[in-house]
């Protein structure tokens, strides 16, 4: 064999153990350690990635726990049992998790939004937004193309006649669908989900402009205010529920039947 060949040879080979022990003495020396008790945490949380303890993922979030820069209850997916699991491993006491549920503030379908244009542009949202409101004369209400149905890791959003309905037996209220909604229809609140009572509007208008825009929304009148007892409480024309205090309401069909435009709506029952 050729002197040259054996020689390139032998020097790649030597070049190349030389590297691969600079490399191994490099990781002794660099390596760290990581806290035990990150694997135990990640472990204890459900591993779906949603994002809605405000962490990338639950590998992130475990991190952030072990190193005293997270809450203990953020993981609404995981519920009191990842909280009482979390608190053993980290020597604390366990903290009370409060799931919200998805309220959907648009009670608009298609054949009762009235149209300023037809819209031909990209069916999502975020595009038709940005595009004279994707032809819809209320800019509160919902665009009706899905993308909190498209947002949702559980796939328990569907869109009917336009309008997003949340199966809530199935939700488990990471709030990805609030984010991915460019007019914010989505609210996420502590609420019973077997009944409930919302708005089903969002519209911060006056009442001429709702009016022609919407038979259903809140024209704010403030009837609910007065006849809830403070259930009710007006954001300038636009009635909001205290969802703290909804419960304290003993006639919510009166309150409800009392709205001129049918804007206020009770859910008795999970939506699937």
């Given at each position: 064999m050729d002197k040259t060949i054996i020689i390139s040879v032998l020097s790649m080979a030597g070049l190349g153990g030389f590297f691969a022990l600079v490399l191994a003495i490099a990781n002794q020396k660099l390596h760290v350690k990581e806290d035990p008790r990150v694997?135990?945490?990640?472990?204890?949380?459900?591993?779906?990635?949603?994002?809605?303890?405000?962490?990338?993922?639950?590998?992130?979030?475990?991190?952030?726990?072990?190193?005293?820069?997270?809450?203990a209850n953020a993981c609404v997916v995981g519920g009191a049992k990842a909280a009482q699991e979390i608190a053993e491993v980290l020597g604390i006491e366990a903290c009370v998790v409060v799931k919200k549920l998805p309220i959907v503030h648009?009670?608009?379908?298609?054949?009762?939004?009235?149209?300023?244009?037809?819209?031909?542009?990209?069916?999502?949202?975020?595009?038709?937004?940005?595009?004279?409101?994707?032809?819809?004369?209320?800019?509160?209400?919902?665009?009706?193309?899905?993308?909190?149905?498209?947002?949702?890791?559980?796939?328990?959003?569907?869109?009917?006649?336009?309008?997003?309905?949340?199966?809530?037996?199935?939700?488990?209220?990471?709030?990805?669908?609030?984010?991915?909604?460019?007019?914010?229809i989505i609210s996420m609140e502590e609420v019973n989900k077997d009944r409930m009572m919302l708005v089903a509007c969002n519209s911060k208008?006056?009442?001429?402009?709702?009016?022609?825009?919407?038979?259903?929304?809140?024209?704010?009148?403030?009837?609910?205010?007065?006849?809830?007892?403070?259930?009710?409480?007006?954001?300038?024309?636009?009635?909001?529920v205290d969802y703290a205090k909804v419960n304290e309401l003993g006639d919510w069909e009166m309150v409800a039947g009392k709205c001129p435009t049918k804007a206020i709506k009770i859910e008795k029952e999970a939506k699937g």
């Open positions: 694997e135990k945490i990640e472990a204890a949380l459900p591993g779906l990635n949603c994002g809605a303890c405000g962490f990338p993922g639950c590998a992130a979030y475990a991190r952030a726990l072990a190193e005293g820069g997270a809450a648009c009670g608009a379908d298609r054949g009762q939004r009235t149209l300023s244009a037809d819209y031909v542009g990209i069916r999502e949202c975020k595009a038709a937004n940005l595009v004279s409101g994707g032809g819809i004369n209320c800019s509160y209400g919902c665009l009706g193309f899905g993308d909190c149905a498209s947002a949702c890791p559980q796939d328990v959003i569907r869109m009917v006649d336009g309008l997003p309905q949340v199966n809530l037996d199935e939700c488990i209220g990471c709030g990805k669908c609030v984010s991915a909604c460019p007019r914010r208008d006056k009442c001429p402009v709702v009016r022609k825009a919407c038979p259903v929304g809140c024209i704010g009148c403030g009837l609910c205010a007065k006849l809830s007892g403070g259930i009710f409480i007006m954001e300038g024309k636009l009635a909001l």
